[in-house]
């Protein structure tokens, strides 16, 4: 019974599979009808970045290099400044400023009298004594040359300030003999000396010429004057007769502001 049915199946399969070839005679079928799309698949991995764009001949394609345009590279290194350029054309003159705002109204220095009067302060004097000056007293003069407002008191030897404020102060001598003087004060700081000697008893009849100045800023009240003093004189020097002459000035360069 078990052969008997195991032969059936294989006359069965003998069948299906005759059945299912088409000899030279069978006709063509007709087509089938296109299928439903499928869905879309994975997305791919990130495949590796391409080689530059190299073109055999002629110019390259700028829409091509935009598309394949990389990404920022760093900041590279600040280049040699170039050689400087031509000067450029005068530009058109600019338009004329605003009015300035009115000045500080003009003070009266000192009492009483005009403004301008009362702001200025010279003098200028002359010793013609041919006496040496003695050491370490105010020179005293005979002739003002000038003297504004009477600021410097000839007979006495000094000036004596009015208007606060900074002055200029000079001298010159002419002697025959080494002379050393300094202009001197009631002023806190060291008084300017200068001296010119004449060591060769050849040179004895020759003009000395010694000169000096000094810029000093002074209070209303202060004197300032001219003193001879001892270096390195000789004995004779100091009783020397010969001529001599002093000039002392001295003027303000601007007053103090109050």
């Known amino acids: ?7 059936v199946v294989l006359v069965g399969v003998a069948l299906l599979l005759t059945t299912g070839q088409c000899d030279v ?3 063509s079928g007709r087509a089938g009808e296109g299928g439903i799309p499928g869905r879309d698949g994975r997305s791919g991995q990130k495949g590796e970045k391409g080689e530059p764009a ?3 001949s002629g ?4 829409g091509v290099l935009l598309r394949l345009k990389g990404d920022f590279g760093s900041r590279g290194e600040l280049g040699v400044m170039g050689p400087k350029g031509y000067r450029g054309d005068l530009g058109p003159a600019g338009r004329p400023g605003n009015p300035g ?13 005009h403004a301008a009067q009362q702001s200025r302060s010279a003098f200028s004097v002359m010793r013609t004594d041919n ?19 009477n600021d410097f008191k000839t007979g006495l030897g000094y000036f004596s300030c009015r208007i606060p404020g900074f002055y200029y102060f000079t001298f010159h001598s002419i002697a025959k003999v080494s002379v ?5 004060g009631d ?3 060291n008084k300017a000396g200068f001296c010119d000697y004449n060591k060769s008893d050849y040179n004895r009849n020759t003009d000395q010429v010694l000169s000096g100045g000094v810029v000093i800023e002074l209070a209303a009240g202060q004197k300032v004057w001219l003193e001879s003093f001892r270096d390195q004189q000789k004995d004779a020097d100091a009783r020397d007769t010969r001529d001599k002459q002093i000039i002392f000035s001295g003027f303000l360069l601007f007053p103090n502001s109050e």
């Not at 019974?1 to 032969?7: A, E, F, I, N, T």
């Not at 105010?138 to 003002?144: D, H, N, P």
């Open 187 to 189: 002023f806190p700081f």
């Open 25 to 27: 005679s069978c006709g």
């Open 59 to 62: 110019p390259v394609d700028t």
């Open 180 to 184: 050393c003087l300094r202009i001197a």
């Open 54 to 56: 190299v073109t055999a």
């Open 101 to 113: 705002l009115p000045g500080p109204s003009r003070k009266t220095a000192g009492q009483g009298g």
């Open 1 to 7: 019974m078990g052969v008997y049915y195991g032969l």
């Open 131 to 149: 006496s040496y000056p003695s050491f370490g007293q105010k020179i005293t003069y005979q002739t003002a040359v000038v003297n504004t407002q």
